[in-house]
């Protein structure tokens, strides 16, 4: 439902110290999310994904490329049909702490866009009677949604957010997403602040949204473990500096990478003592990301261990390649499955 | 890292114990009466082993760990049960100067979100010099090279970090000056609260490198409150599982991991996304962590979201005892059937 070719980001800033500088957030993004599919996004800080995020839900310009939403080239559309567009794409935001107005129950925060929606029908339909004009389907649409996102409707409609966990509080967040009938949720960091106990709480509801109503999943995180929950058939993209360097199927990417940067994050995830055995083959990265260094070559050669003459040289493109079975593309001169992910030693 | 893995191994005695708490309470003045954040807390860290302690938020890991200091923020106050360090004898008694000494001194603290707590107008150089004045450093020049060596020690340019200001540095960069800080005044014990959270995966990795590093080359004992369960992992040879004020668990890092003997050590670690192993046997816990207010006055105080609840959960609350070799619990049901589960 969203087609993404070669879209282009790029901040201009000027600070008082740093004079006038360029940053490349996204240098030509390609991707595919069918309806009902999922996507992961991972990569470090300041590696794109979030502006990514921003501009597949309308909230942010993109300089050069284009975005398909149901086939529709949304540059090409006025304001206000753009904006009924991406009402079906709804964002998730990491912190539910401050997404949600303080002032209002849960109960206000839900009635609002229940009621445009309704007045929306109503309107489209040409008549009264619609759901606008009738209180009782409103508050029962309401109840619906938040049994949805598995809570209690009269335990949580009269509080207000600060009376909530932050789990709670994530579940209301994404029930407000769903009052406009979203058909993507696209969710930023949307479990790095929720306590550890319930995280995979939160990422079993978008799971089960994704089987049982079929909204697709867009899925921000640099916490590469969280994409594994999304469902079958996910797909993972790994970002390293404004680019996609490596995507295939979730698992295959974690098993069998084959790009030097994918290997380096999945080194860095910890292992589980006496759960887990490291990978054979861990990585680390020469140095730090230094967003400021333009190369004609591969972005991750500085920091790459297995850089060549050629990768200082000439930039690699994503090329097809089978892994165990499956379609990934990776964009690198010198490919190699290096197993770093961690090795489960309870069910070997 | 063999010679603290035997150390861990060996079970703590008091000889070897660098910090020891005994029995400690710390209250909060809440308009719901006194309310305990932490409740008779046991805990002992073995001289140069790194000890994590686990818990959500709200279960008291962080004042816990700042009762250390004797800088549990008021409202709240340690009302009953002692602090002893090695060297130092009992800290909550401690005022004054004597108190400031220990500060830095004794026990150097790397606070929450410490990436975040520099002075932005200051450079980290003129920070350091605040630092030693404030504790009454004669040889300032001699500050500064401890502060560059420890720099070298942990990767970094230690003149030009001096020289920085905080926003020239990323955020694994200042998480690591924070460390300096703690260290600087020669400190042998190392407390870091939540050194990794709002890093990324690489920073992460590499700030946990680098604190496994210096505490072996200085020969710290190091205390890592945080709630993340592989950060723990990576580096402790012992854990300590939080949960509603109560430590309910501890014992060898390898051993509470590979087969916790509490129900919330079980479902936390159940509850951890992890690259490895079957996503379906991932459980999320059910409820929520309890505040200071909603946690149970008696009782156990899982009960509620625990799956091996029993009647006598709710009327007595079970104490940490020991249950095997170096490792202790505070649960009735039975040891076996828990870690068999």
């Given at each position: 439902?969203?087609?993404?070719?070669g879209i282009e980001r790029t901040f201009h800033g000027?600070?008082?110290?740093t004079g006038s500088h360029v940053v490349r957030a996204l240098r030509g993004v390609d991707?595919?999310?069918?309806?009902?599919?999922?996507?992961?996004?991972?990569g470090e800080s300041g590696c794109g994904k979030?502006t990514l995020?921003?501009?597949?839900?309308?909230?942010?310009?993109?300089d050069a490329?284009?975005?398909?939403?149901?086939?529709?080239?949304?540059?090409?559309?006025?304001?206000?049909?753009?904006?009924?567009?991406?009402?079906?794409?709804?964002?998730?935001?990491?912190?539910?702490?401050?997404?949600?107005?303080?002032?209002?129950?849960?109960?206000?925060?839900?009635?609002?866009?229940?009621?445009?929606?309704?007045?929306?029908?109503?309107?489209?339909?040409?008549?009264?009677?619609?759901?606008?004009?009738?209180?009782?389907?409103?508050?029962?649409?309401?109840?619906?949604?938040?049994?949805?996102?598995?809570?209690?409707?009269?335990?949580?409609?009269?509080?207000?957010?600060?009376?909530?966990?932050?789990?709670?509080?994530?579940?209301?967040?994404?029930?407000?997403?769903?009052?406009?009938?979203?058909?993507?949720?696209?969710?930023?960091?949307?479990?790095?602040?929720?306590?550890?106990?319930?995280?995979?709480?939160?990422?079993?509801?978008?799971?089960?949204?994704?089987?049982?109503?079929?909204?697709?999943?867009?899925?921000?995180?640099?916490?590469?473990?969280?994409?594994?929950?999304?469902?079958?058939?996910?797909?993972?993209?790994v970002i390293y500096r404004g680019e996609v360097i490596e995507?295939?199927?979730?698992?295959?990417?974690?098993?069998?990478?084959v790009h030097p940067y994918t290997q380096c994050l999945?080194?860095?995830?910890?292992?589980?003592?006496?759960?887990?055995?490291?990978?054979?083959?861990?990585l680390e990265p020469l140095g730090l990301m230094d967003a400021t260094v333009d190369t004609p070559g591969c972005l991750f050669e500085p920091r790459c261990p297995f850089a060549t003459e050629r990768c200082r040289e000439e930039h690699p493109e994503l090329l097809?390649?089978?892994?165990?079975?499956?379609?990934?593309e990776h964009a690198c001169f010198h490919p190699?499955?290096?197993?770093?992910?961690?090795?489960?030693?309870?069910?070997? | 890292?063999?010679?603290?893995?035997?150390?861990?191994?060996?079970?703590?005695?008091?000889?070897?114990?660098?910090?020891?708490?005994?029995?400690?309470?710390?209250?909060?003045?809440?308009?719901?009466?006194?309310?305990?954040?932490?409740?008779?807390?046991?805990?002992?860290?073995?001289?140069?082993?790194?000890?994590?302690?686990?818990?959500?938020?709200?279960?008291?890991?962080?004042?816990?760990?700042?009762?250390?200091?004797?800088?549990?923020?008021?409202?709240?106050?340690?009302?009953?049960?002692?602090?002893?360090?090695?060297?130092?004898?009992?800290?909550?008694?401690?005022?004054?100067?004597?108190?400031?000494?220990?500060?830095?001194?004794?026990?150097?603290?790397?606070?929450?979100?410490?990436?975040?707590?520099?002075?932005?107008?200051?450079?980290?150089?003129?920070?350091?010099?605040?630092?030693?004045?404030?504790?009454?450093?004669?040889?300032?020049?001699?500050?500064?090279?401890?502060?560059?060596?420890?720099?070298?020690?942990?990767?970094?340019?230690?003149?030009?970090?001096?020289?920085?200001?905080?926003?020239?540095?990323s955020?694994?960069?200042?998480?690591?000056?924070?460390?300096?800080?703690?260290?600087?005044?020669?400190?042998?014990?190392?407390?870091?609260?939540?050194?990794?959270?709002?890093?990324?995966?690489l920073?992460?990795?590499?700030?946990?490198?680098?604190?496994?590093?210096?505490?072996?080359?200085?020969?710290?004992?190091?205390?890592?409150?945080?709630?993340?369960?592989?950060?723990?992992?990576?580096?402790?040879?012992?854990?300590?599982?939080?949960?509603?004020?109560?430590?309910?668990?501890?014992?060898?890092?390898?051993?509470?991991?590979?087969?916790?003997?509490?129900?919330?050590?079980?479902?936390?670690?159940?509850?951890?996304?992890?690259?490895?192993?079957?996503?379906?046997?991932?459980?999320?816990?059910?409820?929520?962590?309890?505040?200071?207010?909603?946690?149970?006055?008696?009782?156990?105080?899982?009960?509620?979201?625990?799956?091996?609840?029993?009647?006598?959960?709710?009327?007595?609350?079970?104490?940490?005892?020991?249950?095997?070799?170096?490792?202790?619990?505070?649960?009735?049901?039975?040891?076996?059937?828990?870690?068999?589960?």
């Amino acid at each position: 439902m969203i087609e993404a070719v070669g879209i282009e980001r790029t901040f201009h800033g000027h600070g008082p110290f740093t004079g006038s500088h360029v940053v490349r957030a996204l240098r030509g993004v390609d991707f595919t999310l069918p309806a009902g599919g999922a996507v992961a996004f991972i990569g470090e800080s300041g590696c794109g994904k979030t502006t990514l995020g921003r501009i597949l839900a309308g909230l942010e310009t993109y300089d050069a490329g284009v975005l398909r939403v149901d086939g529709k080239d949304v540059s090409a559309l006025s304001g206000r049909r753009r904006g009924e567009l991406f009402r079906s794409i709804q964002m998730v935001h990491q912190d539910p702490y401050s997404v949600l107005n303080p002032t209002r129950t849960v109960a206000a925060t839900l009635a609002d866009p229940l009621r445009m929606v309704a007045r929306r029908d109503a309107g489209g339909r040409g008549g009264f009677g619609g759901r606008g004009r009738d209180r009782g389907a409103v508050d029962r649409r309401a109840r619906e949604l938040l049994e949805l996102v598995g809570l209690e409707p009269d335990g949580v409609l009269p509080k207000y957010p600060h009376q909530l966990s932050g789990g709670q509080r994530q579940r209301v967040v994404i029930a407000r997403a769903l009052t406009v009938d979203p058909r993507a949720l696209i969710a930023d960091e949307a479990v790095s602040m929720i306590d550890v106990s319930m995280r995979l709480g939160i990422l079993s509801l978008l799971r089960d949204l994704r089987e049982r109503l079929g909204i697709a999943l867009v899925f921000i995180t640099h916490d590469v473990a969280t994409a594994r929950y999304l469902g079958a058939d996910g797909e993972l993209h790994v970002i390293y500096r404004g680019e996609v360097i490596e995507r295939g199927p979730v698992d295959t990417v974690i098993q069998s990478p084959v790009h030097p940067y994918t290997q380096c994050l999945l080194s860095a995830i910890p292992v589980l003592k006496g759960l887990e055995d490291p990978g054979p083959d861990r990585l680390e990265p020469l140095g730090l990301m230094d967003a400021t260094v333009d190369t004609p070559g591969c972005l991750f050669e500085p920091r790459c261990p297995f850089a060549t003459e050629r990768c200082r040289e000439e930039h690699p493109e994503l090329l097809k390649q089978s892994v165990d079975g499956a379609d990934v593309e990776h964009a690198c001169f010198h490919p190699q499955i290096r197993h770093v992910a961690a090795v489960d030693l309870t069910h070997a | 890292m063999t010679d603290t893995a035997e150390r861990a191994a060996m079970p703590p005695t008091s000889a070897d114990a660098e910090v020891a708490v005994r029995d400690l309470t710390v209250c909060f003045d809440t308009d719901r009466g006194e309310k305990p954040a932490v409740s008779h807390a046991n805990l002992t860290l073995p001289a140069g082993c790194i000890t994590g302690l686990v818990g959500e938020s709200g279960s008291g890991k962080s004042t816990l760990a700042l009762s250390l200091l004797g800088a549990v923020p008021p409202p709240g106050r340690i009302t009953s049960g002692s602090v002893t360090m090695t060297g130092v004898g009992e800290v909550t008694s401690l005022r004054g100067a004597k108190l400031r000494g220990v500060r830095g001194g004794y026990i150097g603290y790397v606070f929450q979100a410490s990436q975040n707590s520099l002075n932005p107008l200051k450079t980290v150089g003129k920070q350091l010099l605040d630092l030693g004045r404030a504790h009454d450093v004669d040889d300032l020049a001699g500050l500064i090279r401890r502060a560059r060596e420890l720099c070298e020690l942990m990767g970094m340019d230690g003149v030009r970090i001096l020289d920085s200001y905080q926003h020239q540095l990323s955020g694994g960069m200042r998480q690591r000056v924070g460390i300096v800080f703690a260290l600087v005044l020669n400190a042998k014990v190392l407390v870091l609260d939540e050194p990794t959270t709002a890093l990324d995966m690489l920073s992460q990795a590499a700030v946990l490198r680098i604190i496994a590093r210096v505490h072996r080359e200085i020969g710290l004992t190091t205390l890592i409150v945080t709630h993340d369960m592989g950060v723990v992992s990576e580096l402790a040879d012992r854990l300590a599982v939080m949960y509603g004020g109560r430590i309910v668990e501890d014992g060898p890092a390898t051993d509470v991991l590979q087969s916790p003997s509490h129900p919330y050590t079980r479902a936390l670690i159940n509850a951890t996304a992890r690259v490895s192993g079957d996503v379906t046997r991932a459980r999320a816990l059910p409820g929520r962590p309890p505040d200071l207010v909603s946690v149970p006055t008696e009782g156990c105080v899982f009960r509620d979201r625990c799956a091996f609840a029993m009647d006598v959960c709710s009327e007595a609350e079970p104490v940490l005892g020991s249950w095997s070799r170096d490792r202790r619990r505070a649960c009735h049901a039975d040891a076996e059937t828990v870690t068999s589960a």
